[in-house]
């Protein structure tokens, strides 16, 4: 936030600290949304689940609320912990284990919460979610209800090229 649109950042593929989907308009700068709510009041107050549907892990209120969540799937264990200011996703198959802290959180956790990972300087979505209605983890919508083949495929599924720009 506060980055002028249209200013290039020196590009990292690790590196997604910055990343924040939106269409770029060359020449108007963003001055912050504290700015915009001072003249935008009510907009600010009566912003719906849409306005949050992608936020930073740390802006995340079932992972501030969550210390830790667990899936069992066949030979996979997934968990989500707490800790400090980060939450950590973790996959093992019982011998080796993924994991990554969460940069990223897709919905707003009022009916589920998808998270977006970083893991060997790609992409992924995770391949468990939350979902209120159990408050707890399960399969991320679309993916197979089978347990996937491997541990990299347990982790979650690469959303790279267009799909991670969109």
Known sequence: MGRAFGQSQPHNEADFSHFRPRQEISGIGFVGSEVCTACHL???????????????????????????????AGAYSFEIVRDGQQSIYRVTDGKDTISEPIPYAFGDGYIAQTYVLLHNGKLYEGRVSYYSGTDGLDWTIGDALNPPPSLQEAFGRDISGDEARN
């Open 42 to 72: 009510a907009k600010a107050k009566s912003q719906t689940s849409m306005t949050r549907a992608l936020s930073t892990a740390a802006e995340s209120h079932v992972l501030q609320t969550h210390a830790r969540i667990t899936f069992q």
